[in-house]
């Protein structure tokens, strides 16, 4: 049986979750994605901006936004993660793109993450390895409804409903198994969205451009 790969980073690595046809699933994680992605999978998505341009902020994440509010990122460009510190990234992009155009510390504070999955992927690969974004994945099951913030406990109970209904129902024993790891709860929990989406989306947010590199600039839901 095929099986459908989601995949989301967290402190010391990435984390994977998968699921297949029969409904049998499980998860592994890796201080890299070499491992987990070798992993046989039909199609996976991964919690990481894929396709990058030098400059500007990405149509898909602007039209994401639009949709779910501020949980997505903006301002992820290529070679971000070539600068010495945030703030001389955030002088260079004011200069040439008008203050307030530079980027948060969460974006910069995964720009490593940003870099390994740039380096991986090529237009051939993004055939079967796609962008997703967790909260958009789960705005789509919810009925396109926004649920509570995913840091309090009732927007957590409306997640694992979500994720138990489409097939992950050991995710409450992975959230007692993650301790000592190193995942967040909230990193098992988007990885899991990640793989209902690669096994289930069959709709993105995008303009339809690629990057420089021939990379669609898309996300998943």
């Known amino acids: 049986m095929p099986n459908y790969l989601g995949l989301d980073g967290f402190r010391f690595g990435w984390v994977a979750a998968w699921i297949d046809d029969r409904g049998d699933h499980g998860f592994d994680y890796s201080p890299g994605l070499t ?10 998505m991964i919690d990481m901006p894929i396709g990058l341009e ?3 902020y990405r149509t898909c994440d602007l039209r994401a936004r639009g949709m779910i509010g501020p949980a997505v990122f903006l301002g992820a460009r290529r070679d971000l993660w070539t600068f010495p510190d945030m703030a001389a990234a955030n002088r260079y992009y004011w200069e040439r793109e008008g ?3 530079g980027v948060s510390a969460q974006l910069w504070n995964i720009r490593d993450k940003l870099e390994e999955v740039d380096a991986i992927m090529t237009p051939v690969r993004q055939a079967t390895i796609g962008e997703a974004h967790p909260e958009l ?6 009925g396109r409804v926004r649920l509570e913030s995913k840091t309090s406990p009732r927007g957590r109970v409306q997640r694992v409903a979500l994720l138990k209904d489409r097939g992950f129902t050991k995710i ?15 990193d098992l929990i988007d990885a899991c969205a990640c793989a ?8 993105s947010v995008g303009d339809g451009k690629t990057d420089p590199r021939g990379l669609r600039m898309e996300i998943n839901y």
Do not use: C, Y
């Open 137 to 142: 994945i789960f705005w789509n099951l919810a």
């Open 196 to 203: 209902v989406a690669a096994r289930d989306s069959k709709q």
């Open 172 to 186: 409450e024993t992975w959230l007692t198994q993650r301790h000592g790891t190193g995942i967040g709860r909230d």
């Open 99 to 101: 203050k307030g155009r």
């Open 35 to 44: 491992r987990l992605l070798a992993m046989p999978h039909a199609r996976a």
């Open 54 to 56: 030098p400059s500007g």
